[in-house]
């Protein structure tokens, strides 16, 4: 049923349709001025719209405004909707960190992959907060043993935006999975130093994939070998 905002009489309604709806709730959010009583209705949106592209769209259009409260945040990221679940993950870098670390650290374990690889992206955007709610021992874990590779390459890139050191085994030992993880495992080292580093640089010099070889080329500092165009195999 379509949500009311009292506050703003020049629209009293949202639009039935919701597609017409979703669309309306994200345009909202780049107002100037901001219409009184807004924040309140899309929260109000993003907890009680049947329509999960409306709700999601409501907490875009929230991320988007000065100072957001996090609670509808908090609200988006136990919805039944894994739509609306990634697209909190997503936005989280535009509320309070210190509300959504420790929250984004168990949406890694969600039971849908695209919910997990946004949360393991998202804790490398919110730095320190992310270190104190122990993102890097989840992360070295996700970066391990998930099964889905996406969420391992964006967990393994997420080590590397944070550089805890205790991050480094984890990506360490993805330079040995597939092409792609390797590759943002070679990335991810730039974030840390030591002689294991360099070794696993000089070893990735070496590697099968072409684009695993020119990241640890261009890190070392090496003149690039003659590499293949990039449809190749």
Known sequence: MPVSDRNAPREPLWPDDPVTRAAAVAAAGLREPLPPGLPAALAELVAADAD?????????????????????????????????????????????????????????????????????????????????????????????????PLVREAAVAALGSLGDPGGLAAVLAACRDKPAIRRRAVLALAAFDGPEVEAALRAALEDKDWQTRQAAEDLLGDSPTASPGPNAR
């Open 52 to 148: 999960a592209r409306v709700r999601a769209a409501a907490l875009g259009a929230l991320a988007r405004l000065p100072a957001p409260s996090a609670d509808p945040w908090l609200r988006a990221t136990a919805d039944a909707d894994p739509a609306v679940r990634r697209r909190a993950a997503e936005l989280s870098p535009a509320f309070p960190a210190d509300r959504t670390a420790s929250v984004l650290v168990g949406m890694t374990a969600d039971r849908d992959g695209s919910v997990a690889e946004a949360a393991a992206w998202a804790l490398g955007e919110v730095g320190s907060a992310g270190v104190a709610a122990g993102a890097v021992a989840v992360l070295a874990g996700v970066a391990s043993d998930h099964g889905d």
